[in-house]
């Protein structure tokens, strides 16, 4: 069965304070590995999709990389609107579904 | 505007009454799917569709119906709601060759009581 476990489920920083969310994962034949972020009341917004291990991608503050096992989204020099619940998913390689991990609500105080 | 909406935005209902939350997107992606949302759970796909008229079950089907007649509105049908589904509902789309890029409606807060 595929599963996306996300840690921590919740993180405090300074604004400033960089830091890492993980996302570990084990799927059969791993098509693509997803982030997403979701801002309070609203529905998820695409961020990033990686593919193969050693693959990164930057966007902004955020920079997301990807292992055999598992993906660091790493947030540099945050800010308050970096505030939001940060969601994993990952794609089968057979599969036509996205398998959700239950997300980490990041909070950065100014 | 590219978007994905969703009607009602919230809802209270009670036990048996048959209810449907319409979903609609402007973008003629043939890739619709609805997922439910609730805490410590994440999101879980209720039913996805490829195109009109193709629709499958996803991880937690029981309880739910949809239909695709139409390329942009796919609405999810309770035919006897309990209050075991009470969530936060979330309509998504996307193309069919990037269904890792979903849009995702705005949700719909559903209580059974």
């Known amino acids: 069965e595929d599963q996306v476990t996300q840690s921590p489920e919740a993180l405090r920083l300074q604004e400033g304070e960089s830091s890492s969310l993980n996302c570990s994962y084990t799927v059969s034949g791993l098509r693509g590995l997803f982030w997403y972020r979701q801002d309070p009341g609203k529905g998820p917004e695409f961020l990033f999709t990686l593919y193969s291990a050693g693959e990164e991608k930057e966007k902004e503050r955020l920079k997301a990389t990807l292992t055999k096992k598992e993906s660091f989204l790493h947030i540099t020099a945050p800010k308050p609107e970096d505030s939001a619940t940060y969601l994993c998913?990952?794609?089968?390689?057979?599969?036509?579904?996205?398998?959700f991990g239950s997300g980490t609500q990041l909070t950065v105080l100014p | 505007e590219a978007q994905v909406t969703q009607n009602p935005r919230y809802l209270i209902t009670v036990t048996g009454k048959k209810l449907t939350v319409t979903c609609s997107q402007n973008m003629n992606h043939e890739y619709m799917s609805w997922y439910r949302q609730d805490p410590g759970l994440g999101l879980r796909q209720i039913y996805y569709s490829m195109n009109v008229e193709v629709t499958d079950k996803g991880d937690v089907p029981e309880g739910y119906k949809v239909s695709r007649k139409e390329k942009r509105n796919f609405p999810l049908i309770l035919e006897s709601p309990s209050p075991n589904q009470t969530s936060l509902y979330f309509c998504?789309?996307?193309?069919?060759?990037?269904?890792?890029?979903?849009?995702f409606g705005p949700g719909t807060r559903l209580t059974v009581l």
């Open positions: 998504a789309s996307s193309s069919l060759a990037g269904i890792n890029e979903q849009f």
């Open positions: 998913a990952v794609q089968p390689g057979s599969a036509r579904q996205l398998t």
